[in-house]
């Protein structure tokens, strides 16, 4: 159980690590448009697929999410996510509030409506 408990602050604290390497000035373009993507998602208040959704709804927590935020940080620059580790540790440290995003829960509103969408016009056809 320590091991979860430990791999749990592990992806907690590279998340946040993400989000200060999203504005930190060395990180390169396209690693920036993952790391807001894994943040605005991990952050988000509404999951891609409900929790209330049988094994499925808990893939995304369990393996998505560290999944995503385990690339991103494959692709940071060693420097920057040095400097932004060492943010994230004393941020955690100090017990900020807790981050959140609304633009991440738009981000997942915006694909649930899109999927419907999508789902809609095909059940129209059939």
């Known amino acids: 159980m320590q091991g979860i408990q430990q791999w749990a602050r592990h992806v ?3 998340a946040v690590t993400l989000w200060f390497a999203y504005r930190h000035p060395k990180t390169p373009w396209h690693v920036k448009a993952l790391a807001a993507f894994v943040v605005a998602y991990a952050l988000s208040s509404i999951d891609l697929i409900p929790d209330f959704v049988p094994v499925l709804g808990y893939l995304d927590d369990a393996l998505l999410l560290p999944g995503l935020i385990w690339l991103t940080i494959r692709l940071l620059p060693r420097e920057v996510l ?3 580790r060492v943010t994230a540790d004393e941020w955690m440290s ?4 807790k981050l959140r995003s609304l633009w991440g829960a738009a ?5 649930w ?3 419907g969408a999508v ?6 056809q059939g």
Request: charged residues 35%.
């Open 94 to 97: 100090r017990g900020e509030s």
């Open 113 to 115: 409506v899109g999927a």
């Open 107 to 111: 981000l997942i509103l915006v694909i």
């Open 82 to 84: 040095a400097d932004c």
């Open 12 to 14: 907690k604290r590279d």
């Open 119 to 124: 789902l809609w016009r095909w059940l129209r």
